[in-house]
């Protein structure tokens, strides 16, 4: 079974500085997807950032980018520039895909932003 | 457009009542995701309808849940009876059906379930 896991429950970062948080999983497919969504206060879970294993580039949006190791299957999110705005739960997940996509989620990262 | 909603945002029953939580999936979406996060554990996934169909059940912790999507639009989840466990905050998403990126989970805001 696929396992996701996110070793630090919580982190915290000074506003316009740069952190990064961690995820491994654990799989035996070859071709998968990996997601980092993001939960602010109260408010709906919303994607950030998304990889296909398949491909060796590193995905990036905007001040959101990956560091994807396939053979270490780690999975980090690295955030720069860092704003009020980013504090939230942050989930990593994983998803075989095929004819269901369901995710499988890591325990959570609440990322606190400091002014 | 609408994004996904979820009824009622906050549900407090007692051991043994029934509650129906609903989910109404973005228009057109025909994937839909039912998921669960317990308190200081993981979000897991329950179940997944494509249209009316269920696609995969396997999440479904035992027979007292039942989750149903007539015509293929919104989904209720009964829970009857509900028990101390199922306490935790239930998560409705959607997807169209495609690529990989076309089935990118659009979640709700969730239902906050707390069984006393």
């Known amino acids: 079974a696929q396992t996701v896991t996110q070793s630090q429950p919580e982190m915290s970062v000074q506003e316009a500085e740069t952190v990064t948080l961690s995820c491994t999983y654990d799989t035996s497919e070859s071709d998968y997807y990996l997601f980092w969504y993001k939960q602010p206060p109260s408010r709906q879970m919303i994607l950030v950032i998304r990889q296909e294993a398949y491909k060796q580039q590193n995905a990036t949006e905007n001040r959101f980018s990956v560091n994807f190791q396939k053979a270490a299957k780690s999975f980090s999110l690295k955030i720069s520039d860092s704003q009020l705005g980013d504090a939230a739960m942050y989930f990593c997940?994983?998803?075989?895909?095929?004819?269901?996509?369901?995710?499988?989620f890591g325990k959570g990262t609440l990322l606190t932003v400091n002014p | 457009e609408a994004g996904v909603t979820q009824f009622p945002s906050h549900s407090v029953i007692e051991k043994g009542q029934t509650v129906t939580l609903r989910c109404d999936p973005i228009s057109g979406h025909d994937n839909l995701y039912w998921y669960r996060r317990v308190m200081g554990k993981e979000i897991k996934f329950l179940l997944h309808f494509v249209k009316e169909s269920k696609q995969d059940e396997s999440g479904m912790p035992n027979n007292r849940f039942l989750a149903e999507r007539t015509g293929g639009t919104y989904s209720t989840l009964k829970v009857q009876p509900a028990e101390l466990e199922d306490s935790g905050v239930y998560f409705c998403?959607?997807?169209?059906?495609?690529?990989?990126?076309?089935?990118?989970?659009?979640f709700g805001p969730g239902t906050r379930l707390l069984v006393l």
């Open positions: 997940a994983y998803s075989y895909g095929g004819s269901n996509y369901k995710l499988t």
């Open positions: 998403a959607s997807s169209r059906v495609g690529t990989a990126t076309q089935e990118t989970q659009y």
